[in-house]
C-alpha cells in the first residue's frame, strides 16, 4: 500500500488516477482504525476503483481543553488494517503540511453546528468543515464515505457539500457496534475497564427510547427517563440527550419523518457519543 505524505504528491497523484479514468473513494479519519473506520472502507470500495484513506489528527478541530494530545495514535497499524481491507493509499500529512501558515479562510456551516456537539465544542465543526473541504481539495475523490455514529458531522459534511456545489457523493455508512452495544469510536481504548463496562448505557438507552417511539410512547417522557438512567450511573456526566429531525436537526414539534435520537456523556476524561436514527 502507498503512504503519500505531501499535498502536492496526493494532489499529483489523484490529478493521475482522474487521467487514467479512475474513480476515486475517500474516506477520512483521524486514524487509530477500528471496524467502523473499515466499514467505510468496504462501503468506498463498492463505489470506486481505488479508495484513499487519510489519517490526520485536525487540530483545528480540537478545542483548547480536548484531547489532541491524547488521541490514540499508531500509523503502522492503522495501514496495516487499512491494506487489509483493500484501501488502496493512504494519506498521512504533518500538521505542518496541512496548516503551514496561518489559516485565514474558513468553511462555515451555520444553523446545523449551534446545537448538539456544536453547542459545548466551540468552533469544532468550522474546523472539521474546513478540514474536510481542504481535504477533498488534495485527494479529488469522486466519493467520500462518512460514519452514522458522527450523525452531525454528517449532516454538516451534505450540507457544505450542497451548498458549496461539491462535485463529490457523500455516503452516510451505519454505526458498527461492540457485541454490548457499544458503538465502536477510536476514543473507546481510552475508557478504564470500568467505565468502559459502564458507557454501555448509551446505547442501552438510545434502543430503549428507540423501542418506546415506535410503540407510540411519548417521546418527553422517554427522554426523561433515559437522562435519568445516565445521569444514575457513577461518574458519567451526561452533556445532552436529545431528540431531533435528521438531517436538518431542528427540534422536533411532532414525531414523523426521520428523527435523529443523540446522546454525549463523559466517562472520566473521554467524551463519548452516539445515536440511533428511527423513522417513524
Ligand atoms: O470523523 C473524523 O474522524 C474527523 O472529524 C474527520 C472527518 C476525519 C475530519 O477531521
Known amino acids: 500500500m502507498e503512504r503519500i505524505l505531501t499535498v502536492r504528491d496526493m494532489q499529483a497523484r489523484a490529478e493521475a488516477l ?17 471496524e467502523g473506520h473499515l466499514s467505510l472502507i468496504d462501503e468506498a470500495k463498492k463505489h470506486s476503483d481505488i479508495v484513499v484513506v487519510s489519517v490526520f489528527v485536525n487540530p483545528t478541530q480540537f478545542g483548547p481543553h480536548e484531547d489532541l494530545e491524547s488521541y490514540p495514535r499508531d500509523i503502522d497499524r492503522d495501514e496495516a488494517l487499512a491494506a487489509s481491507r483493500g484501501a488502496g493509499l493512504m494519506f498521512y500529512p504533518s500538521v505542518k503540511e496541512m496548516y503551514p501558515g496561518t ?18 465544542r466551540e468552533g469544532h465543526f468550522r474546523g472539521v468543515s474546513t478540514v474536510v473541504t481542504k481535504l477533498f481539495h488534495i485527494v479529488k475523490p469522486h466519493v467520500a464515505v462518512f460514519g452514522q455514529k458522527d450523525a452531525q458531522q454528517a449532516a454538516v459534511i451534505m450540507k457544505m457539500a450542497a451548498d458549496l456545489n461539491m462535485d463529490i457523493r457523500i455516503l452516510v455508512a451505519p454505526i458498527v457496534r461492540e457485541a454490548d452495544g457499544l458503538a465502536m469510536s477510536s476514543r473507546n481504548v481510552r475508557l478504564t475497564p470500568e467505565n468502559r463496562k459502564k458507557a454501555v448505557i448509551l446505547s442501552q438507552s438510545l434502543f430503549g427510547i428507540r423501542e418506546g417511539l415506535l410503540k407510540g410512547q411519548p417521546a418527553g417522557a422517554l427522554l426523561e427517563e433515559a437522562r435519568a438512567a445516565i445521569s444514575a450511573v457513577p461518574g458519567a456526566k451526561l452533556e445532552y440527550l436529545e431528540l431531533r429531525s435528521y438531517p436538518a436537526l431542528e427540534e422536533l414539534t411532532e414525531l414523523r419523518g426521520t428523527c435523529l435520537a443523540a446522546v454525549a456523556a463523559r466517562f472520566g476524561d473521554v467524551r463519548l457519543i452516539d445515536n440511533v436514527m428511527i423513522k417513524i
Open 18 to 34: 482522474r487521467r487514467e479514468g479512475k474513480r476515486i473513494g475517500f474516506v477520512p479519519t483521524m486514524g487509530y482504525l477500528h
Open 103 to 120: 489559516q485565514q479562510t474558513w468553511v462555515q456551516v451555520e444553523d446545523l453546528t449551534g446545537v448538539l456537539c456544536g453547542a459545548s
